[in-house]
């Protein structure tokens, strides 16, 4: 425990040094802060684009609160994504190669509180960014389009936080096999393809990852929220993921230093 | 462009700059060895790249090890 903790605490230090703690939450607070604005002033901006005509962008319909939320919680999902999965494809790799991982691993620190403190550290990065960018763009909504039901936005909220643990997880797991850019390209795969298969038939992946999603967007339309499945998939694939990069870590021993 | 809340706007633009003052230290206090590419282009990157400039300087402009 006091291990995990000592090594959880220079991760932290390593993020502020890399200033990943900054620039990540601006990014996502960015993000977040900006989906409002600009649908609240969509009819200006395609007013001065200057190809429709005045009528059409008048009756232009103003977009419901819930509409852009989901926006926003879609638009995380794919920039946001990609800057996590960029920002952390190098987290096992790097020090392996670094040379790093070799200095912290021969003071006899077990590979499972090395996988771990890496694990928890990614996730508060995570967490405070998404908190950060959700509530930004949940006071824009408010304040522009209306009152959001702050059940249903948290909730959609915390199935998002889980469905981007799990792609953490997955970074984490390949970035211990691979080295950086490769651990991200597949893992930005296996996402999409999730993504990807659950809305192509979504009666046969009622389990998957995926599913959070969809069912976060369906929230807010009013739908209660059923895939229980998914919940429990996702939570077992995040432990899987945890468990084999500490299986994998201590399979490879230290690679001679270049 | 009458008609549009600056205050509104606002936050955008000052995100922006944190996130490009950001950038513009870290540039500054790297080695020139440990960034992809010569220093003055990612200073015109992140000043006009607005918030993808500092994003792709963050991702892939650094070598991390």
């Given amino acids: 425990m006091k291990m995990t903790w000592l090594m959880y605490r220079k991760e932290m230090l390593e ?15 960015l993000l977040g802060v900006m989906q409002p604005i600009v649908y609240f002033y969509l009819p200006n901006i395609l007013a001065a ?20 939320m989901v926006n ?20 096992v790799s790097g020090e392996r190669y670094s040379g790093t991982a070799a200095l912290v691993l021969v ?49 959609a909220g915390a199935l998002y936080l889980l ?10 797991l390949f970035s211990t096999l691979l080295r950086g850019s490769a651990a991200a390209v597949i893992s930005l795969l296996i996402m999409a393809a999730l993504s990807l298969s659950n809305s192509l038939v979504p009666s046969w992946f009622s389990w998957s990852p995926a599913r959070l999603l969809s069912d976060a967007a369906a929230i807010f339309a009013g739908i209660d929220f059923s895939a229980v499945a998914a919940l429990i998939v996702t939570t077992l694939g995040c432990l899987l993921c945890l468990a084999a990069s500490t299986v994998l870590l201590r399979g490879q021993g230290i690679p001679d230093q270049p | ?48 790249g607005n918030i993808l400039g500092s994003i792709v300087y963050f991702t892939i402009g650094r070598k991390e090890y």
Avoid: C
């Avoid at chain 1, 993020?15 to 607070?29: A, D, E, G, H, N």
């Avoid at chain 2, 509104?8 to 992809?36: D, F, M, W, Y």
């Fill in chain 1, 72 to 91: 926003t919680l879609s638009q995380f999902s794919t920039i946001g994504l990609l800057v996590l999965v960029i920002a952390g494809m190098n987290i």
């Fill in chain 1, 107 to 155: 003071r006899s620190v077990p590979s499972q509180y090395f996988i771990i403190s890496k694990w928890l550290g990614q996730l508060t990065l995570l967490v405070i960014s998404f908190t950060l960018g959700y509530s930004g763009a949940w006071y824009y909504t408010v304040q522009l389009m209306g009152p959001v039901h702050w059940q249903d936005g948290l909730a």
């Fill in chain 2, 1 to 48: 462009m009458e008609g549009i809340k600056w205050g509104l706007i606002a936050p955008i633009i000052v995100l922006q700059l944190i996130l490009a003052v950001i950038g513009l230290i870290s540039l500054a206090k790297a080695e020139s060895n440990s960034i992809r590419g010569p220093k003055w282009l990612w200073v015109i990157i992140i000043l006009f």
């Fill in chain 1, 15 to 29: 993020m502020v040094r890399s200033y990943k703690l900054l620039w990540i939450p601006v990014v996502f607070l």
């Fill in chain 1, 163 to 172: 469905w981007f643990a799990f792609a953490q997880s997955l970074i984490l």
């Fill in chain 1, 49 to 68: 684009s200057g190809d429709l005509s005045a009528e059409l962008v008048q009756n232009l319909p103003v977009p419901l609160p819930s509409e852009v």
